[in-house]
Nanobody
Framework: VQLVESGGGSVEVGGSLKLSCTAS????????VGWYRQVPDTACEWVST???????LYEDPVKGRFTISRDNAKNTVYLQMNSLKSEDTALYYC???????????WGQGTQVTVS
């Protein structure tokens, strides 16, 4: 199983980015999928999860600004990030395989820089 994140980049404060997570040899449709982020020398931080039933969860700092969604036809999970803040700067990972938060598969990450 390989997860690939994309869509990261550099944006100004207040800007938006949409991250994508695609999977090979794995189907998201019946799985929980999560987004995490990590700043160097700090612990990995959970950001959001979309569960197999379609329900969504967010950590408090991103509520109202980030939206997680899934396109089953494309086997892709998205993280729409609006009103970005400098503190959102991090390497963002998607994860799946098992029920949240016990994910077994992780991507390599996509960098988001907000300045």
């Amino acid at each position: 199983v390989q997860l690939v994140e994309s869509g990261g980049g550099s944006v100004e404060v207040g800007g938006s980015l949409k991250l994508s997570c695609t999977a090979s040899e794995f189907t998201f449709v019946d799985s929980d999928v999560g987004w995490y982020r990590q700043v160097p020398d700090t612990a990995c931080e959970w950001v959001s999860t979309i569960k197999s039933d379609g329900s969504t969860l967010y950590e408090d700092p991103v509520k109202g600004r980030f939206t997680i969604s899934r396109d089953n036809a494309k086997n892709t999970v998205y993280l729409q990030m609006n009103s970005l803040k400098s503190e959102d700067t991090a390497l963002y990972y998607c994860a799946t395989g098992g029920s949240w938060p016990d994910f077994g598969y992780w991507g390599q990450g996509t960098q988001v820089t907000v300045s």
